[in-house]
């Protein structure tokens, strides 16, 4: 037997990659090497565009436990610099915190519904390209195993079992200079302002802010309430040009106790957690800033911590990774079906890729700008001083949300909307939205004629087996455009605010549906 896809790794980004290839009609197998969900503290939430993706997907309210829409947060951070995002016209950053082992259940949840072959207990030892597909050489609970596939997806991490076998190098830094250390604990309400969660600490003449990194002279510290609700603080350490440390040794909470006082000059009340686990007592040495220099080889393609690794300051990994999927699945499916147009399932990495060198940027940037030293505190004042202008604050929160995207379609008509996000048209519609966000759930692309022509689904009569026809029209003159295409992942191939009957609109349309989706049947 020989799979259409194999993904291998279980973890967030694989398990979105799997319920993208099952509603595209592709049964994904997916190759787990854990025996069960790993229950360890890793990812705290979900920060950026990844918010709005999955709400399109229907899992918003599944993951957060409310209905959407999902609001943006007033206040963020940049290498601990506030920013204040409540005058911005269209404020991006919207963070949804929910620890990652439950991500991976309510996604594991779903690939199970839409009846993804989840294969744990399962471990890629080698593979073997050929013309026709991939051969898997695995382990498994009944040992040794081999199998064949069409294409191989390595969603296995930053220390990827496939790109190494594929032979893609993985080019970049490591700092080393600084170690890192976290840990779960108890802080007693005394030095906590019960109406802020500041820690005040009156004998240094401090009051340092929970959710931020907190740069103070010996380094940096971070502490918050994760997850919420648990009255358990999550605290951690940024220390620069340490005695080395010994790696093989465990981490200890009196470890982590001993790197607070030292960032602080001083000790600071807290014990360990009583209550059940787990918690998180880990430290690191070094962070690596890395990226594939390509995310495919033939039949082979990385996603995720595969194909790039960086900070987590800023919380952009998830972000980065789970909108990997998004953009690969639909593209990796037409390749399958045998409609792709010729250099679809090229422009995952053409897309994603400098999206990645972005968020290896600014990840760079924030961890150089907590380092100690007089000259990083004049360029943090002279950066906090920029700040203050509202265009700029808008710029960087689009940074750190990863909205600051305009894909290159492959043509320009000269529409601004042209290769970015779906618009925000639930204000404009009524019903009609209801059937727009329907057929975006089931990851379908959608040409949506906004007026009350009907010569639009005429006009795109060969592409009906591919792409769903939705006429929504609307006496709303605010619309931001009168047609638009939306590609399965959210994004905009093609917009006008033309007459959708005239030649030239067509002409544009024909382009747009050829570029993405195929030759006319």
């Not at 259940?105 to 839409?114: G, K, N």
């Not at 918690?279 to 595969?306: E, F, K, M, P, W």
């Not at 990495?349 to 400098?354: F, G, K, L, N, V």
Request: overall charge negative; proline content about 7%.
């Amino acid at each position: 037997m020989t799979a259409d896809v194999t993904i291998v790794g279980g973890g967030p980004n694989g398990l979105l990659l799997a319920c993208e290839l099952q509603l595209a009609g592709v049964r994904p197998v997916l190759l787990e090497r854990l025996h069960a969900r790993s229950e360890a503290p890793r990812a705290n939430g979900l920060v950026g565009r990844v918010v709005q993706v999955l709400e399109l997907r229907g899992l918003y309210e599944r993951l957060a436990g409310r209905a959407g829409p999902a609001q943006p947060l007033p206040f963020y951070q940049f290498s601990g610099l506030p920013l204040d995002l409540r005058d911005l016209r269209e404020n991006p950053l919207h963070v949804l915190q929910v620890p990652q082992a439950r991500i991976e259940e309510v996604l594991e949840e779903r690939a199970r519904e839409l009846g993804v072959e989840i294969r744990r207990g399962h471990e890629l030892i080698a593979l073997h390209q050929d013309d026709d597909g991939v051969a898997l050489d695995t382990r498994g609970p009944q040992g040794a195993h081999r199998m064949r596939t069409r294409y191989l997806v390595g969603a296995d991490g930053g220390h990827s079992t496939v790109r190494k076998q594929a032979g893609i190098a993985f080019p970049g830094t490591t700092d080393d200079s600084f170690a890192s250390r976290a840990g779960h604990a108890v802080i007693p309400d005394t030095p906590l302002d019960p109406a802020t969660g500041e820690l005040a600490l009156p004998e240094l003449g401090m009051r340092l802010r929970p959710y931020a990194h907190n740069r103070l002279p010996n380094g940096v510290l971070t502490f918050a309430v994760m997850p919420p609700g648990s009255g358990v603080h999550l605290v951690a350490t940024f220390e620069w040009d340490q005695l080395p440390v010994d790696d093989s040794t465990p981490m200890t909470f009196d470890e982590l106790r001993a790197s607070v006082r030292r960032v602080l000059g001083a000790d600071l009340p807290m014990s360990p957690p009583t209550t059940p686990g787990p918690h998180l007592l880990r430290r690191l040495t070094g962070i690596n800033s890395r990226q594939a220099d390509a995310y495919r080889a033939d039949r082979v393609l990385l996603l995720g911590d595969a194909a790039h690794v960086h900070s987590a300051v800023g919380g952009p990994g998830l972000n980065l990774g789970m909108q990997d999927a998004i953009n690969l699945g639909w593209k990796l499916a037409a390749q399958i079906h045998g409609w792709a147009p010729s250099g679809l399932l090229d422009t995952y990495e053409s897309e994603r890729a400098p999206l990645s060198q972005r968020v290896l940027m600014h990840t760079r940037a924030q961890m150089a700008l907590m380092r100690p030293g007089g000259d990083i505190t004049a360029t943090r004042d002279l950066l906090a001083e920029l700040l203050g202008d509202k265009n700029n604050r808008a710029r960087i929160a689009a940074l750190l949300a990863g909205t600051d995207v305009q894909y290159d379609m492959g043509y320009d008509n000269g529409h601004p909307l042209v290769g970015r996000w779906l618009p925000d048209l639930r204000s404009h519609l009524t019903s009609s939205w209801t059937q727009i966000a329907e057929r975006l759930r089931a990851a379908r692309p959608v040409l949506v004629d906004l007026t009350a022509n009907t010569t639009m689904a005429e006009a795109a009569n060969g592409w009906t087996d591919r792409v769903d026809m939705i006429s929504a029209p609307s006496a709303d003159r605010s619309l931001p455009a009168s047609a638009i295409l939306v590609r399965p992942d959210g994004y905009l191939a093609w917009a006008t605010d033309d007459d959708t009957s005239g030649q030239s609109t067509r002409h544009h349309l024909h382009k747009a549906l050829t570029t993405w989706f195929g030759a006319a049947s």
